[in-house]
């Protein structure tokens, strides 16, 4: 089997103590032996930033002197790797061993992301239900561009893509601090097809502390509604093009 192409596991870490080993652990066990961890803390107070320092050389850490949201440290890292290809992991998510082994297999010469479900899994590491139905997503990806101006219907945990698109279409669009996945899918799909897989799934922690919950607070409603609206607006204009 080639190692010939690079992945590059990237997550960012903010007061992520309590299954901080968990993932990083689940990077480091990948069968696919030609990756590499990369992250960012952003301004941790609790354990984490011991817990990164444990693992030595093992992973590449920045460590940020001033908080500066999810969107600024998904592109300093995403824009910055030398790598085939990136996955993206949230601080509290897993992956089964062969992930990045099973992702690759799925490229083709034209494909810039792919995607997979989720299992669910609690604070105590419990598992639930996978969260989507493979026969909906291989539909949704087969219209990927008409399906982005419904919704934002693609899995980000432990989705791959190709470094060079990620980097051709500058990552995340920096107006907005904490969300822009669905407008980087929207830019990446001019550029080549997503697909689809049902060769592994990503592990998906719902816990008290999410940053989803985080998103509801009412301050950043309104921002996160522009953001959607724009996106769907975005999509619409290319899918009739």
């Given at each position: 089997k080639s190692m010939s192409k690079k992945v590059s596991i990237i997550t960012l870490t903010y007061n992520s103590e309590k299954y901080?080993?968990?993932?990083?652990?689940?990077?480091?066990?990948?069968?696919?032996?030609?990756?590499?961890?990369?992250?960012?803390?952003?301004c941790s107070a609790d354990g984490t930033i011991e817990i990164l320092?444990?693992?030595?050389?093992?992973?590449?850490?920045?460590?940020?002197?001033?908080?500066?949201?999810?969107?600024?440290?998904?592109?300093?890292?995403?824009?910055?790797?030398?790598?085939?290809?990136?996955?993206?992991?949230?601080?509290?998510d897993k992956l089964p061993p062969d992930h990045v082994e099973q992702m690759l297999s799925?490229?083709?010469?034209?494909?810039?992301?792919?995607h997979c479900g989720s299992i669910i899994i609690d604070g105590k590491g419990k598992e639930f239900e996978a969260k989507k139905a493979d026969e909906i997503e291989f539909k949704k990806a087969n219209n990927s561009m008409f399906e982005l101006s419904i919704d934002n219907f693609i899995n980000a945990i432990?989705?791959?893509?190709?470094?060079?698109?990620?980097?051709?279409?500058?990552?995340?669009?920096?107006?907005?601090?904490?969300?822009?996945?669905?407008?980087?899918?929207?830019?990446?799909?001019?550029?080549?097809?997503?697909?689809?897989?049902?060769?592994?799934?990503s592990y998906y922690r719902v816990h008290a502390t999410n940053i989803s919950k985080t998103l509801s607070q009412s301050n950043m409603k309104n921002s996160l509604?522009?953001?959607?609206?724009?996106?769907?607006?975005?999509?619409?204009?290319l899918n009739n093009n």
């Open positions: 901080l080993r968990e993932v990083i652990d689940s990077c480091l066990n990948q069968t696919y032996a030609n990756t590499e961890v990369n992250i960012i803390d952003d320092k444990s693992y030595g050389d093992k992973i590449s850490v920045i460590y940020n002197e001033i908080n500066q949201g999810i969107t600024v440290n998904i592109n300093k890292l995403g824009l910055s790797v030398k790598s085939d290809f990136i996955v993206f992991l949230g601080h509290d799925e490229f083709d010469n034209d494909t810039v992301i792919v432990g989705s791959m893509h190709r470094t060079e698109t990620f980097q051709k279409v500058n990552g995340w669009d920096d107006e907005y601090k904490h969300y822009g996945e669905w407008t980087l899918y929207i830019k990446l799909l001019e550029l080549g097809k997503l697909k689809y897989t049902n060769k592994t799934k509604a522009e953001f959607k609206s724009q996106a769907r607006y975005k999509a619409h204009i």
